[in-house]
């Protein structure tokens, strides 16, 4: 998975094999410094591998999905500066996408969409966009494999507008 930037640094998600456990680890662009988070829990096998977001309020966030749910963290500092994870979202898949046979399907959350609610999941049928806020989701890609999904964003910034100044006249 690729990093996600959240408040001045870049956060990289490490999965180590032996025991199915994760920790983040985060690079402070300011100070040139690394430091271990903990994931807010350690996914099982049955999970799905899980992925770090961008979350709109600025946090951190980490998202998993086991089975057919779908499970949001965010990590907040409180007063005392101490950051900790609180669990923000719980959201059913099966009742979401058009799954005939829930027994029988994976989903493997393959990215999301920086400071928003979207999040991208890849089943046998193809890749869904899915809004976890509005519980709407889309279809975005045929059946294929996909590891990860990074989505570009377009966007407009203007030509900056020059005011002419004017000409001193000759006398």
């Given at each position: 998975m690729p990093p996600v930037l959240v408040q001045g640094a870049l956060h990289f998600m490490l999965k180590y094999v032996d025991d199915d456990s994760a920790e983040i680890l985060k690079y402070d662009l300011t100070s040139n410094s690394l430091?271990?988070?903990?994931?807010?829990?350690?996914?099982?096998?049955i999970a799905s591998a899980p992925i770090l977001m961008a979350?709109?309020?600025?946090?951190?966030g980490f998202a998993l999905v086991d089975k057919l749910t779908l499970y949001i963290w965010s990590r907040l500092m409180d007063s005392n500066r101490v950051a900790s994870w609180t669990q923000c979202r719980i959201t059913n898949l099966s009742s979401l996408l058009p799954i005939q046979n829930?027994?029988?399907?994976?989903?493997?959350?393959?990215?999301?969409?920086?400071?928003?609610?979207?999040?991208?999941?890849?089943?046998?049928?193809?890749?869904?966009e899915i809004n976890v806020k509005s519980q709407r989701w889309k279809k975005i890609w045929k059946r294929e494999n996909f590891r990860s999904l990074i989505?570009?964003?377009?966007?407009?910034n203007p030509q900056e507008r020059v005011t002419p100044t004017p000409c001193d006249a000759a006398h």
């Open positions: 430091s271990l988070i903990d994931a807010p829990v350690q996914y099982s096998p979350m709109k309020d600025g946090s951190l829930p027994e029988e399907i994976s989903l493997i959350l393959v990215g999301s969409v920086e400071g928003s609610d979207t999040v991208f999941v890849t089943t046998d049928l193809g890749i869904y989505p570009c964003m377009s966007f407009y």
